[in-house]
């Protein structure tokens, strides 16, 4: 919250102003006074991010260049093209512009490294990727979203111990969250930690400490296997329960396998993966399917 009395008068101040604004668009308080050139500047973005949010990403681009031929400083207004272009899939061209900020600005928010992150997982570069999750974390270390991102990249490059401690950083985050009672303020939320870090732990054999994490997202979840949300982005009943009977497979607790499988039968009585893995509760056998396939296809 600004005091009264306050005055933008320089393009640091301008763009922590917008980076306060990001942070806290509903909070009440003072708005400082901009100078004409800041508020010009400002104008400038504005208009911009309404083209955006239109989905006129070109328009908003030519915007966006405009107020950065007066102030080639202005981050936010870059932070902003390299998003447009982003939106528009032209990827090398949004990454080179927000490498111009971290070469050149020495940005102290996490957003750009993510956004760098988000743009290197579309172009395929793992080790980049990684890597800006990493300085987004060094900047701002309990950022739940990084931790997340880190876990799975750490994942999908089979390096299953460090996406371990990636995903328990993230859980830290969250169960801090909701100590302070904002369980889900954030993106992602609980169900979501949970189900990617118990994910990474059946991979890598650690079945008892993935059976608490798939048990706490049929705590947030409940019983209910309808599909809920977006399933390419968002753990459901269903797959939890089958990621259940297979520990319990593997367990040999076959009776806790066949309890789960009544619900995903009568839910699903034509999946393949169901049928197999009835059979083989039945049967008293094991987990038919690779440890390592976790259906991240899913």
Not at 19 to 48: C, V
Not at 79 to 85: E, K, N, P, T, V
Not at 217 to 226: D, F, N, T
């Amino acid at each position: 919250m600004y005091p009264p009395g306050s005055t933008i008068t320089t393009l640091p101040q301008l763009d922590l102003l917008i980076d306060w604004l990001y942070q806290n668009p509903d909070a009440p308080g003072y708005i400082p006074t901009l100078s004409f050139e800041m508020k010009h500047l400002y104008t400038l973005w504005a208009r911009g991010q309404e083209l955006e949010h239109l989905g006129q990403f070109q328009s908003a681009i030519e915007i966006y260049k405009r107020a950065l031929q007066i102030a080639p400083d202005f981050i936010n207004a870059r932070f902003s093209w390299a998003r447009s272009l982003q939106a528009l899939r032209k990827y090398p061209e949004a990454l080179s512009q927000l490498q111009v900020i971290t070469t050149f600005y020495s940005p102290h928010d996490s957003n750009i490294y993510l956004q760098m992150a988000s743009i290197q997982r579309e172009l395929g570069d793992s080790a980049a990727e990684i890597f800006s999750y990493e300085k987004a974390l060094s900047i701002e270390p309990d950022n739940i979203y990084a931790w997340l991102n880190l876990g799975l990249a750490r994942r999908l490059v089979k390096d299953l111990d460090a996406s371990s401690r990636a995903f328990g950083e993230a859980i830290r985050c969250l169960d801090n969250l909701i100590r302070d009672g904002q369980p889900h303020q954030y993106d992602p939320e609980e169900d979501k930690v949970c189900f990617e870090a118990a994910r990474t732990e059946f991979a890598r054999s650690a079945f008892d400490q993935s059976e608490l994490l798939f048990k706490r997202v049929m705590g947030v979840r409940g019983q209910s296997l309808e599909l809920w949300g977006d399933p390419q982005h968002n753990p459901t009943v269903f797959y939890t329960m089958l990621f259940l009977v297979r520990i319990y497979l593997r367990l040999g607790k076959w009776s806790l396998a066949m309890e789960q499988l009544e619900a995903c039968m009568a839910f699903a009585p034509s999946d393949p993966n169901v049928g197999l893995l009835t059979g083989n509760a039945r049967n008293h056998g094991t987990d038919p399917l690779p440890v390592t396939w976790i259906w991240d296809e899913m």
